[in-house]
C-alpha cells in the first residue's frame, strides 16, 4: 500500500495562487496514475485532476486552465499548481495514487478561497 502526504493547503484570497504537493513513501514509477479530488462541505468527493506515468494529464473542466498537475518521479511528489483561485474552489483536496488496480489516498489539505 502507498503512503500519500499531501501538503501546501491554507487560505488564499480570491484570484490567488497555491501549490500543492503529494509526496508517496515509495518510488512513484510503478504507480500509474496519480491525481487531486476536492471535497467542499455537505457536498460529494470530485475529480480534479490526474496524470498518468507517461506524462498524460486530465482535468475537470472547472479547473481547466486554472490548475496545472506536474510529477517529479526523482522526488516522488505530484503537484497541483493552482492559479487564478476561486472562492468556489475551497474545498479539502484529496491525493491519490492507482498503482496495478489498487487505490490509495492521502489524509487531504484544506484550502480555503476567501477575501
Known amino acids: 500500500q502507498v503512503q500519500l502526504v499531501e501538503s501546501g493547503g491554507g487560505l488564499v484570497q480570491p484570484g490567488g495562487s497555491l501549490r500543492l504537493s503529494c509526496v508517496a513513501s515509495?518510488?512513484?514509477?510503478?504507480?500509474?496514475?496519480m491525481g487531486w479530488y476536492r471535497q467542499a462541505p455537505g457536498k460529494q468527493r470530485d475529480f480534479v485532476a490526474d496524470?498518468?506515468?507517461?506524462?498524460?494529464?486530465n482535468y475537470a473542466n472547472s479547473v481547466k486552465g486554472r490548475f496545472t498537475i506536474s510529477r517529479d518521479n526523482a522526488k516522488n511528489t505530484v503537484y497541483l499548481q493552482m492559479n487564478a483561485l476561486k472562492p468556489e474552489d475551497t474545498a479539502v483536496y484529496y491525493c491519490y495514487a492507482v498503482r496495478n488496480g489498487n487505490l490509495n489516498w492521502g489524509q487531504g489539505t484544506q484550502v480555503t478561497v476567501s477575501p
Open positions: 496524470i498518468a506515468s507517461g506524462g498524460t494529464t
Open positions: 515509495e518510488s512513484i514509477f510503478s504507480i500509474n496514475v
